[in-house]
Structures are given as C-alpha cells and as structure tokens.
C-alpha cells in the first residue's frame, strides 16, 4: 500500500470495465480530453477491445499511445507474462545489481518496472507529445521492460 499510495499521489482514477460497450464508449469519450494514453497490456489486447491507437487516430490525431510491454510488441515472449524478475535476469541486470562473488539477489525496488519500463516509456511520451505539439501528429511509443534494462545494464556495466 505504501508504494501505490506514493506511485499514485495527486493521481485521479476511473475504473472502467473495458469489455463492456459502456466501458469502452467511456474511454473513448475520456480520451478526446487527453493529451497521452498509456496502456500496460500484452500485445493485441487493445485492438481486440476496439481501443488500439488506430481507433483513435481518426477522431484524435495528436495523441500519444504508450504502450509498456514486458518483452515487446513482437517475438517469442511477446505474448507472455513476465515479472520484474524475469525480465532482470534474461536482460543480465540481475547479475549487475549484485555483490561480486554472491548469488544474485532481486534489488529491493522494481528495477525492470521503474527504470527499465516507466522512465523510457516517459522519455519517449514526452519526445511524442513535444512533436505532436509541433507537427499535429501523435504517434504510438512501445517502451519493452526488457529492452530498457539491457540499455540501462549495458551503461552501469560500461561504468564499472
């Protein structure tokens, strides 16, 4: 409770059953007041529900779609569950966040979640909505959990 409270200050929230047809006119009418969605599902999920970015593109074309995957839009994994553990050891930043000539242990934070997932997700919103300010034009940012831990572990090991 500690970390949703402080992950989500200032925050308001809706919940919205998006497999309804009321959910989802909901969410389309929110939208036409937003300046940026993020959405957190495995790929495919959104546009099964009818709310994928080409839904809003029509109506809304200076939005910003962010999606944070666990292991990106396509590939192997694409479609499967992934935890903050899972996505640390096959990225190798499990190994880096250790003591030399330890066992790995999990840091105590979510590592792949905050740095790897969140902070490049909200680099590349921030780039898009500076464009779309710009230009007029959104554009879908896909930030992978994993993808962001392998750059932030290729930097902490080129330090070390």
């Known amino acids: 409770i500690g970390n949703a409270r402080a992950l989500n200050r200032g925050k308001r929230s809706i919940v919205l059953d998006l497999k309804s047809d009321a959910g989802q006119r909901t969410a389309l009418e929110l939208v036409h007041s937003a300046d940026a969605v993020i ?3 495995r790929p495919g999920v959104m546009e099964r529900l009818g709310l994928g970015p080409e839904v809003f593109e029509a109506t809304h074309p200076r939005l910003v779609y ?7 839009q396509t590939g192997p994994l694409a479609q499967c569950a992934g935890h903050d553990i899972n996505y640390l050891a096959l ?6 966040a250790s003591r030399p000539g ?5 840091p105590a934070s979510l590592l792949g ?6 902070m490049l997700l909200a680099l590349g919103l921030l780039s898009a ?3 779309a300010q710009r230009s007029g034009h959104g554009q879908v940012i896909d930030a992978a959990i994993l993808d962001g831990l392998g750059l932030l572990g290729g ?5 070390r």
């Open 102 to 106: 330890q066992a790995p242990s999990a």
């Open 39 to 41: 959405e957190g599902f």
């Open 66 to 72: 962010g999606r944070v995957t666990g292991w990106g």
């Open 129 to 131: 909505l500076l464009e």
């Open 155 to 159: 930097l902490v090991s080129a330090l």
């Open 91 to 96: 990225s190798g930043a499990l190994s880096i």
């Open 113 to 118: 979640d905050m740095g790897g997932g969140a």
